[in-house]
């Protein structure tokens, strides 16, 4: 299962997309840069993430009709374009874009993070109280301009709240047309206890986030408020956020703040409308004319006069449906049949839901009031769709009941049903076909089919492609295969296994894995996921997709199995599993340990010798040649010849190891890599080589040599040095035969007027490095690569030696030919010398 699918940079007309820097349960947020080169965020919402397309197109609509909105009110994010491409499959709107989290509107595509509230609590843990009244004064005007214009949010929550130039506003994520429009969206907590869909449910997200901002404690605590320690202004300023908060998280919506308004003025201090008097006068007329009429039923009951006939009151509900004949049930109770009036208690908001055989199920939510009844006209939309709690037959004809995890095929799936999909694929038939019984009614008995478990399988995704091509199923649908134990003994089919299950059932070996089989209808749910870890800011992948940084809320995730990837530099990878659950939360938790193993693509200090090695294409590089303190570790460890080395300063432990040959060097890489694969350093199929020549060429900056092999590419490119262009080189570029060598040795030649303060070998890594942190590739000493010179002959007469390829020149060479980079000498692959050495390559295991 996967968290959303992986998608490339969408087209934005006008717009080009920098890079993802959001998620969500219907979309993503990109970066973008407008033809005039201002950064904007780009919403852009993907048909594919919706069960149904008219879902889609009504977040479309309520998107169009939020646009003009949103640029009239300081507490919305102002949408600037709104469009769509049918043909990429997704709409969009351009907003701006919010601050950097840490600096502002000094926005750096590269490294920007958005400002939101989420990301400011997780950072200070706990906000003020009174800067906590400014932002929910402010996002609590913003609510309520939305609602004026029939328009409700549904998922207020602190990272839907951004800042923009230091002002919160309320992100317009997940926005939809108030009336006769609901849908159930949202976070856990943050919904109300009837659900969203209404300004009361709105007003309780908006408290709920003011509890977790001001408090620091998770939102589920509620009503758990600490104790504070403040005192004077700050006591009063600390008092009134709660009693605000406490108000607009009332458990029943008749509790809360009649508007969203009527809370921002709360969170300011200033004086509510009062709502009290009007209360106390519509009660006091209620008693009023309640004892006006129990006095009139006295009395007419006591003079025998003629009962007058009272004309009833208008129902608060009347529901009709096209076609009529539709089941209201409130919870799991049936309360009537369409159309239908009620008179549901007054002022609690109670959820509706309208059943009709082959008709999409509908749900409203009313909360009652006398002063205003209400009529709702429903048109029950047609479908072939298995609805919750119907019998619901598929396009082959098979029948289904309801069942607890969605629907169960009433019957085995039997063999006129399977001969159908022989027929259909061309797939041969192996099995059986055993009667079931004969139905009481007189009807034929049926006949089940008995097949191995791999054509039951295949049998199922035939079912459910076939299904969806015909509308019966949607793209969320799909079947599975439940077994149906049997006694064939001529009774009807037992659901209860038998105690032999490989008696007469199952006789004979080729039988073992068959079985008869249930076709069960499973519909795609969702949850949520939180992965955290110790330190934060590690990198989540899923599937090689970068999904963000830690603590991360992934709010919609396919339920099922899943596993996330953790990265970050200077740790080792973490694989996290789980299972997520439909409509719960998956918590998922990892305390990242410093790393040790390798990561191919990734610097890596921690290799057993100490030597760090360096990217190079696929594989990894030592930055600079093996020292001899490394080699003579091999020599310990194995009993090799212990080569000599120049040692004039008395640090020869750092200094390439010299003196050997190819084979030395080979076996002193086979050594490494049996160890290091026994320490757990390395996988184990990773091995230490030499570099080939093209990776050797690919270290030292060449740019694509022509020739097959290292003879045909041996100086083809002039001009081009270890250190750059130019001759003679640089003061202190490589260790080369200098003047200082000249004077103190009795090398042939040196290079006049330079210095390198080496006058023989040098330790490693005492030169810089180039821009690929490799250093030594043009001097100190040459090194022994994996390819041989002439690598095509298939034999060598024994009066001529196999010819090895040495790279790079030394602390003797002085010939600016011999220094080219693109230089190769072929030296027989026995030869030991005091100024070749070699450099270890890591090859990842294919």
């Not at 993802?20 to 201002?38: F, K, Q």
């Not at 919402?45 to 009239?72: G, H, M």
């Not at 007469?504 to 955290?532: M, P």
């Amino acid at each position: 299962m996967t968290a959303a699918p992986i998608r490339t940079a969408p087209e934005i007309r006008d717009h080009e997309t920098l890079r993802l820097i959001g998620r969500g349960a219907y979309g993503e947020v990109w970066m973008a840069r407008s033809v005039t080169g201002a950064l904007r965020a780009v919403k852009v919402v993907w048909r594919e993430d919706y069960d149904q397309a008219d879902s889609f197109e009504r977040e479309f609509e309520a998107i169009k009709r939020y646009e003009p909105i949103s640029r009239r009110h300081v507490g919305l994010v102002p949408i600037l374009q709104v469009g769509r491409s049918d043909a990429q499959g997704f709409y969009y709107y351009v907003m701006e874009l919010a601050d950097d989290l840490e600096h502002g509107r000094d926005i750096q595509p590269s490294t920007y993070k958005s400002h939101t509230l989420g990301l400011q609590m997780r950072r200070e843990k706990r906000i003020m109280a009174e800067r906590c009244l400014q932002i929910g004064s402010n996002v609590a005007e913003g609510l309520h301009f939305l609602h004026e214009n029939k328009l409700i949010h549904r998922d207020v929550k602190p990272s839907n709240l951004i800042f923009i130039d230091g002002n919160c506003r309320l992100a317009d994520i997940g926005l939809v047309a108030l009336l006769g429009q609901r849908s159930f969206v949202g976070t856990e907590g943050f919904v109300a206890p009837e659900g969203p869909g209404s300004p009361e449910s709105d007003i309780f997200s908006l408290g709920m986030v003011l509890y977790e901002a001001s408090t620091g404690k998770d939102r589920l605590d509620f009503p758990d408020i600490p104790s504070c320690s403040e005192s004077g202004d700050k006591l009063d300023v600390w008092q009134r956020l709660h009693r605000v908060i406490c108000t607009a998280c009332a458990p029943k919506a008749k509790d809360r703040y009649t508007s969203a308004h009527e809370m921002s003025l709360a969170l300011r201090g200033q004086p509510l409308p009062s709502r009290r008097l009007v209360w106390y006068w519509a009660a006091a007329g209620a008693v009023t004319l309640s004892l006006a009429v129990g006095f009139g039923m006295w009395l007419a009951q006591r003079n025998a006069a003629p009962v007058l006939e009272v004309q009833k009151s208008l129902p608060m509900l009347t529901i009709k449906t096209v076609p009529a004949g539709a089941d209201v049930f409130s919870g799991e109770d049936k309360v009537g049949v369409t159309p239908l009036a009620l008179n549901p208690e007054e002022g609690v908001p109670v959820i509706y839901q309208l059943r009709l055989p082959g008709h999409k199920q509908l749900e409203i939510e009313h909360s009652a009031s006398r002063s205003r009844p209400a009529e709702y006209d429903l048109k029950m939309e047609a479908t072939r769709l298995p609805q919750p709690g119907e019998r619901w037959t598929n396009s082959l004809g098979i029948a289904f009941k309801p069942a607890q995890s969605g629907h169960l095929s009433e019957q085995p799936v039997e063999i006129k049903f399977f001969k159908r999909f022989l027929e259909a694929t061309g797939r041969s038939f192996e099995g059986k076909v055993v009667r079931a019984s004969l139905a009481d009614n007189g009807k034929d008995a049926s006949y089940f089919v008995v097949v191995p478990v791999g054509d039951a399988e295949a049998f199922r995704f035939w079912m459910t492609d076939a299904d969806r091509a015909a509308g019966a199923l949607s793209q969320e649908h799909h079947y599975e295969v439940e077994p149906f134990y049997y006694v064939e003994s001529g009774n009807t089919g037992s659901e209860d296994m038998p105690e032999d299950r490989d008696s007469e059932a199952t006789a004979g070996n080729d039988e073992k894995d068959w079985q008869a089989f249930h076709l069960r209808v499973e519909r795609q749910t969702y949850g949520s996921v939180v992965i955290r870890t110790t330190p934060e800011k590690v990198r989540v992948f899923q599937h090689d997709e970068f999904l963000g940084y830690t603590p991360l809320e992934l709010p919609r995730v396919r339920s099922g199995s899943v596993e996330f990837e953790l990265r970050e530099e200077g740790f080792s990878d973490v694989v996290l599993e789980g299972e997520v659950k439909s409509g719960a939360l998956l918590e998922l938790f990892s305390d990242m340990q410093t790393r040790q193993a390798v990561t191919f693509g990734r610097e890596w200090k921690a290799n057993g010798l100490g030597l760090r090695l360096v990217p190079l294409g696929d594989v990894m590089i030592a930055s600079v040649e093996t020292r001899r303190r490394d080699y003579l570790e091999y020599v310990k460890a194995t009993n090799a010849r212990r080569p000599g080395n120049i040692d004039n300063d008395g640090r020869g432990g750092t200094q390439p190891i010299v003196g050997i040959d190819r084979e030395e060097a080979r076996a002193f890489c086979a050594w490494l890599t049996e160890r290091e694969r026994n320490a757990g350093l390395i996988g184990p199929k990773d091995r230490y080589r030499l570099p080939t020549d093209e990776e050797w060429s690919r270290a030292v900056g060449l740019p694509l040599e022509r020739g097959a092999t290292p003879a045909e590419r041996n100086g083809r490119i002039r001009g081009i040095y270890p250190w750059g262009f130019d001759w003679p080189p640089p003061p202190n570029s490589e260790n080369l035969a200098d003047t200082n060598a000249g004077r103190r040795t009795s090398i042939e030649g040196f290079i006049p007027g330079y210095e390198d303060r080496f006058p023989q070998l040098g330790a490693v890594g005492a030169f810089l490095p180039n821009e690929r942190g490799i250093s030594g590739l043009g001097g100190n000493a040459s090194e022994w690569v994996d390819t041989d010179y002439e690598p095509g002959a298939k034999s060598v007469p024994k009066s001529k030696k196999l010819l090895g390829t040495v790279r790079g020149g030394n602390w003797q060479t002085f010939n600016p030919d011999e220094l080219l980079s693109s230089v190769r000498i072929p030296i027989a692959i026995d030869t030991r010398r005091p100024t070749i050495s070699f450099r270890i390559v890591l090859e990842r295991s294919k």
